[in-house]
C-alpha cells in the first residue's frame, strides 16, 4: 500500500465548519495526473491540491489543482489553503513566496499565523466576450430589470467566469443557474463557472456556480474574485479610490466565507490581491494500493 499525508482544510474563514473545504496532499511523490483526477472525485470537494517540487525557476513549491472532473490552471482557496500548508508542514521557511500552478508563478504572502492571514496576487486578468443581458437573466431564472446596467462578461485570470451583477442581495440569493440554458446564452465561457454577484457598502455579496466541474455552487472562488474586483473597478460599481472590500460567499449554502480583496496601483493597470484566514479541520493519512 501507498501512504499519503493528507490535510482537510476550511479555507476563506476563521470559523471551523464554514468557508470551503479543501483537501491538501503536501507531499504528492509520483501520483499521475490520471490517480489525482481520481482522488480529487473521490474527496468530492471542490478542489484538491497536490504538492510537488517546482520545475520554473524562482518558484518555492508546484501546485496540481483538481476539481471533481478537471484539472484547473490557477484557483484561489486551494492556493491560500496551500500557503496555510506550506507554513504548517514546514515546506517552504519565508512568509512571501511563489507557487508554480499550471496558470503559471502566482505570489503568495503569509501576513500573520495567529490568526493566519494570508493573500495571493491574482495572475493577469483578461475581460472577454460580453453576452445577452436577457438571456442570461433568464438562464439564472431572473428578469432583465433584476440586472445592473454593466454588461453579462466573462472575465478570467486563468480560469473562465461569466459575471451577471444584479441589484441586491435577495436577487442574488433567488438566482438559480439553469445550466443548459446559460451555455445557450454564453458557449463554453460558461463551462468556467457562473458568477452572481451585488454590490453592496462593504464591496460585494457574491455566488459562483460551476456544474460542469461537479460544483453545484461553489463557497467560495478565490480565482473568480480578483476578475470580480477588475470587474467592479472597470464598470465603477466601486466607490472611487477604493483601495480594499470584502466578498462575501457561501451564505446561502450555509458556508459564509469571506474574501479579502486589495487594490494595488501601480505604473499602468492595478493588480488585484485576494486573501483570507484557513481553518485546519483533519489531518490524516490516505492510502492506495498498490
Known amino acids: 500500500m501507498r501512504q499519503f499525508r493528507i490535510l482537510h482544510l476550511d479555507v476563506f474563514t476563521d470559523r471551523a465548519l464554514e468557508g470551503n473545504q479543501l483537501a491538501v496532499f503536501p507531499a504528492a511523490g509520483d501520483l499521475d495526473p490520471a490517480l489525482m483526477q481520481r ?14 517540487a517546482p520545475t520554473l525557476a524562482g518558484c518555492d513549491a508546484r501546485l496540481r489543482i483538481f476539481t471533481p472532473m478537471a484539472e484547473i490552471p490557477f484557483a484561489g482557496h486551494p492556493t491560500i489553503g496551500a500557503t496555510w500548508a506550506a507554513h504548517h508542514e514546514g515546506i ?28 495571493l496576487t491574482t495572475p493577469p486578468i483578461a475581460f472577454k466576450k460580453e453576452y445577452d443581458r436577457a438571456g442570461a437573466a433568464a438562464a439564472l431564472g ?4 433584476d440586472l445592473l446596467a454593466s454588461p453579462v462578461q466573462c472575465v478570467s485570470a486563468g480560469s473562465d467566469f461569466v459575471y451577471v451583477a444584479v441589484r441586491d442581495r435577495a436577487t442574488a440569493d433567488r438566482a438559480w443557474l439553469d445550466y ?33 466541474h461537479g460544483i ?30 470584502i ?15 486589495r487594490i494595488v496601483e501601480g505604473g499602468g493597470e492595478p493588480t488585484f490581491q485576494v486573501g483570507g484566514s484557513v481553518v485546519p479541520i483533519i489531518e490524516g493519512t490516505f492510502t492506495l494500493p498498490d
Request: proline share 7%; charged share 20%.
Open 92 to 119: 517552504v521557511q519565508k512568509r512571501d513566496f511563489v507557487f508554480q500552478e499550471e496558470v503559471g508563478p502566482v505570489p503568495v504572502s503569509i501576513l500573520s499565523t495567529d490568526p493566519f492571514m494570508a493573500f
Open 216 to 245: 453545484v455552487e461553489d463557497p467560495a472562488t478565490g480565482s473568480a474574485t480578483g476578475p470580480l474586483a477588475a470587474y467592479m473597478n472597470r464598470y465603477a460599481l466601486l466607490p472611487p479610490q477604493t483601495t480594499a472590500f
Open 180 to 212: 443548459a440554458l446559460m451555455k445557450n446564452v454564453c458557449g463554453n465561457d460558461a463551462a468556467g463557472g457562473v458568477f452572481v454577484f451585488a454590490p453592496n457598502a462593504g464591496g460585494a455579496y457574491s455566488r459562483m456556480f460551476a456544474p460542469e
Open 247 to 261: 466578498s462575501e460567499q457561501g451564505v446561502k449554502m450555509g458556508r459564509r466565507s469571506v474574501l479579502h480583496v
Open 142 to 145: 431572473l428578469d432583465e430589470r
Open 39 to 52: 482522488i480529487a472525485r473521490e474527496m468530492n470537494l471542490s478542489e484538491t491540491v497536490f504538492f510537488f
